[in-house]
């Protein structure tokens, strides 16, 4: 099984498309999420963060970056602008997604906390102290923190990398040599530490989407009486909206699962599939930003009103056109 060091065109390509797709798509979600809801409130707010994580994230991710895997050797390089301009390290450069990685699942997580404390204080039920709040809130930067400092560590020296290559994998020297910029690991405790971390966080957000989503229900169902009819329906809609969300956030978990079993596995034809896995999970914002669109009434409503002005406006406009060709 050798490994293939030549940079696919087409995917070169598709970072720069799928990229400026998504930076215009999560610009537009956050301008309707500044402009369009109905107030401004905490959750909104979390929302707000967890876009924006995605935006930087996809920057990152598509123009700064762009990984390209070699795999089956456990080992990478990128061809972004940061790595071609400025010579970043593409260790550094997979660490800082491994941080955005983690930001983006806790804003995630922090935005249904906070959907479930806005409908707790309706119903005056599972109602968490301001105290926690806060000491949870200041405390969230430090996960994000950790996983890059973690993912710093577990990288061996850039110096020492060719020394690497030429005990473990000697066949491949002149093509490491001739990459100016590339990452290799091995397993090692910190690596290991990163993969728990990363375990143990996904399992811990999958729990709070989990028991939020039953209570909040739950709450609403028990208080359907007790508020509004309208306000009740925003709710429960603000709930599937933040569930189809977490359905679309699985792009940013199973391509990591499958890249991991990739790498694991090494058989014939896995270069090809994870380069297919790193384009599934550049898609992941897109579809976030899509799925708030389709899922906020006002969103929706929003640009389907616009979609509506402006199919009658060109209408009208080729109406005339005709109405003159034909005069």
Sequence with gaps: MSV????????????????????????FTMLLILFKSEKIDVFRKSLLVFQATCTVTDIHFTFLMQPLPLIPIMAGYCVGFLARCFDVWTHYLIAFVVGTIVAQLESLTFCFVKKHQTIANITKRHVISKSVNDAVTWF????PVFGYLAFCSAGMKREEQMDYVKLHHPEYALEFSNLPNFAIYELNFWLYLVICFGSL???????????TTVDMFKMLKRSRRKISVSNFKKQRSTIKSLLAQFAASSLLLIPLLCFSLVLLLK??????????????????????????????P??????????STNNFAIATVAISMSRTSFT
């Design 4 to 27: 293939d060091f030549d940079v696919p065109l087409w995917l070169y390509i598709y970072y720069q498309f799928i990229g400026t797709v998504s930076l215009f798509l999560n610009l």
């Design 140 to 143: 969230m930067p430090f996960f």
């Design 201 to 211: 966080g996904a399992i811990f957000c999958g729990a709070v989407f989990t028991f």
């Design 267 to 296: 058989f014939d034809g896995s270069q090809e599939i994870s380069n297919i896995i790193l384009t599934v999970f550049s898609t992941r914002s897109s579809v976030n930003a899509a799925v708030l669109i389709a899922t906020t």
């Design 298 to 307: 006002p969103f929706r409503n929003f640009v389907l009103r616009k979609n």
